[in-house]
């Protein structure tokens, strides 16, 4: 079995109070890595902190807004101050927009792209910023999605900026490459996070937990062969293993974890 360790690495994780961001924060704290949480809730950032700390871990956080390029100089700033460099960034902070392509104001549009593109954007120079000046080496893990593989009917700007994640991360990996930086991107399938719990709320107009239960099956099931969903636990072995030694030859590429909702 492959074991990764990360004994003494540094990492900031985005939107590392609840999610899938959480899940990850926790699997590197589990493989020995020091975590530096950024979230624009800090009341979960202070709960995830708790958590990990309550497990032997070394970790604190910086309430964040990724829109912000001051919050996010600040988060980095921060993490550099406690544990002196950073070898680590997942960018996972992010949202969903559900609507139609002709429904949606463009400030609203703006508004979502500056989270979940610009964000991730602004941490992915960051952190090559930083790990360039410490002198090479480190890891960059994008969250993407699927829905960045192809266009949606009821997603169209969610899949724009998931899209761009993926372009970002491959043109960033050309500027990470030759200082030892691996910069790639994970797309998850269908994840049952708070993030999704809202969908399915908005979906059911806010029915039964046997009602939402039943959608994420009926999604689930129509259009992954796996017949299940992806738990935020799989997303972050699989942030690890491209966080780890063992994916130092992986340089640019957008891993789906879905199972088999996309194949491209």
Known sequence: MIKVDLSGKAAIVTGGGSGIGKAIAAELADCGARLWLGDISEQGAQDA??????????AGYTKTDVSKEADMAALFDAAKAAYGRIDI??????G??????LDTPVEKVKSHLDV????????????LEAMIAQGGGGKIVNI????GRSGELESPYYCLGKSGIINLTQSAAFTGAPHGINVNAL??????TPLQESILDNAT???SKEEKDKLFDEIVKGRSPLGRGITPEEIAYAACFLCSSYADAIVG????????WRMN
């Open 49 to 58: 902190v708790a958590e990990l700390k309550g497990k032997g871990a070394d």
């Open 205 to 207: 107009q806010g029915g």
């Open 89 to 94: 960034v997942v960018n996972s902070a992010g």
């Open 116 to 127: 979940n593109l610009f964000g991730v954007m602004i941490g992915t120079r960051l952190a």
């Open 144 to 147: 993407s999605s699927v829905g």
């Open 96 to 101: 969903f927009l559900l609507t139609q392509l």
């Open 253 to 260: 590429q957008a891993l789906n974890v879905c199972g088999g």
């Open 187 to 192: 797309c998850p399938g269908v994840v049952r």
